[in-house]
Protein backbone atom coordinates (compact mmCIF):
# COMPACT_ATOMS: atom_id res chain seq x y z
CA UNK A 1 0.00 0.00 0.00
CA UNK A 2 1.43 3.67 -1.23
CA UNK A 3 1.95 5.70 1.86
CA UNK A 4 0.41 9.38 2.07
CA UNK A 5 2.19 11.81 0.61
CA UNK A 6 2.42 13.63 3.69
CA UNK A 7 3.05 10.99 6.17
CA UNK A 8 5.70 11.78 8.50
CA UNK A 9 5.48 15.64 8.07
CA UNK A 10 5.36 17.98 10.86
CA UNK A 11 3.74 20.90 10.07
CA UNK A 12 5.46 23.57 12.02
CA UNK A 13 3.69 27.08 12.50
CA UNK A 14 5.72 30.31 12.60
CA UNK A 15 5.29 32.96 14.98
CA UNK A 16 6.96 36.16 16.73
CA UNK A 17 8.48 36.70 20.09
CA UNK A 18 8.89 39.21 23.08
CA UNK A 19 12.13 38.91 24.56
CA UNK A 20 13.65 40.46 27.11
CA UNK A 21 13.94 44.31 26.08
CA UNK A 22 10.24 44.46 26.92
CA UNK A 23 10.69 43.72 30.93
CA UNK A 24 9.97 47.32 32.73
CA UNK A 25 8.54 48.75 29.48
CA UNK A 26 5.45 47.08 28.11
CA UNK A 27 4.64 49.98 25.90
CA UNK A 28 1.97 48.03 24.07
CA UNK A 29 2.03 49.95 20.84
CA UNK A 30 2.19 46.48 19.49
CA UNK A 31 -1.10 45.52 20.61
CA UNK A 32 -2.68 48.38 18.91
CA UNK A 33 -1.38 47.14 15.34
CA UNK A 34 -1.61 43.36 16.08
CA UNK A 35 -4.55 41.95 13.06
CA UNK A 36 -5.68 39.14 15.60
CA UNK A 37 -5.33 40.21 18.79
CA UNK A 38 -2.70 38.12 20.39
CA UNK A 39 -0.88 39.95 22.71
CA UNK A 40 -1.25 40.37 26.33
CA UNK A 41 -1.84 41.22 28.54
CA UNK A 42 -3.31 44.60 27.23
CA UNK A 43 -3.45 47.84 29.56
CA UNK A 44 -7.18 46.77 30.09
CA UNK A 45 -6.70 43.58 31.50
CA UNK A 46 -6.22 42.80 35.28
CA UNK A 47 -3.10 40.93 34.93
CA UNK A 48 -1.44 43.76 32.88
CA UNK A 49 0.50 45.54 36.53
CA UNK A 50 1.92 42.43 37.52
CA UNK A 51 3.29 41.11 34.01
CA UNK A 52 6.65 41.18 33.12
CA UNK A 53 5.99 41.55 30.16
CA UNK A 54 3.91 41.36 27.14
CA UNK A 55 3.37 38.05 25.34
CA UNK A 56 2.72 36.47 21.82
CA UNK A 57 0.22 33.60 22.11
CA UNK A 58 2.14 31.19 19.25
CA UNK A 59 -0.98 29.77 18.32
CA UNK A 60 -2.75 32.96 16.92
CA UNK A 61 -0.09 34.69 15.61
CA UNK A 62 0.33 34.51 11.76
CA UNK A 63 3.73 35.76 11.41
CA UNK A 64 2.46 39.36 9.97
CA UNK A 65 5.35 41.22 11.39
CA UNK A 66 3.02 44.53 12.02
CA UNK A 67 4.53 44.64 15.51
CA UNK A 68 7.85 44.67 15.14
CA UNK A 69 8.30 47.99 14.28
CA UNK A 70 5.78 49.53 16.34
CA UNK A 71 8.17 47.97 19.50
CA UNK A 72 10.24 50.72 21.04
CA UNK A 73 13.13 48.99 22.86
CA UNK A 74 12.93 46.24 19.39
CA UNK A 75 12.14 43.32 21.60
CA UNK A 76 9.79 41.40 19.04
CA UNK A 77 11.29 39.32 17.07
CA UNK A 78 10.55 36.50 14.56
CA UNK A 79 11.07 33.24 15.82
CA UNK A 80 14.25 32.76 13.29
CA UNK A 81 16.05 36.12 14.15
CA UNK A 82 15.29 35.58 17.72
CA UNK A 83 19.18 36.08 19.46
CA UNK A 84 20.88 33.10 20.87
CA UNK A 85 20.86 34.60 24.25
CA UNK A 86 16.73 35.13 24.12
CA UNK A 87 15.78 31.76 22.91
CA UNK A 88 14.08 31.19 26.15
CA UNK A 89 11.57 33.55 25.42
CA UNK A 90 9.68 31.11 22.85
CA UNK A 91 8.99 28.99 25.85
CA UNK A 92 8.06 31.90 27.95
CA UNK A 93 5.58 33.42 25.64
CA UNK A 94 3.97 29.55 25.42
CA UNK A 95 3.52 28.81 28.69
CA UNK A 96 2.16 31.94 29.75
CA UNK A 97 -0.75 31.16 27.38
CA UNK A 98 -0.96 27.81 28.84
CA UNK A 99 -1.19 28.89 31.80
CA UNK A 100 -4.10 31.12 31.01
CA UNK A 101 -6.19 28.16 29.47
FE1 LIG B 1 0.33 40.01 15.89
FE2 LIG B 1 1.47 39.94 13.46
FE3 LIG B 1 2.96 40.51 15.62
FE4 LIG B 1 2.02 38.01 15.27
S1 LIG B 1 3.52 39.09 13.98
S2 LIG B 1 1.99 39.20 17.16
S3 LIG B 1 0.03 38.47 14.29
S4 LIG B 1 1.27 41.75 14.79
Partial sequence: MDKPLLA??????????????????KDSSCVDVCPVDCIHPTKDEADFQEAELLYID???????????????????FPEEDLPEEWQHYLKVNTEWYQKQA
Avoid at 10 to 16: D, E, L, P, Q
Fill in 58 to 76: PETCIDCGLCVDECPVQAI
Fill in 8 to 25: GLRIVAMTHIIAEPCIGT
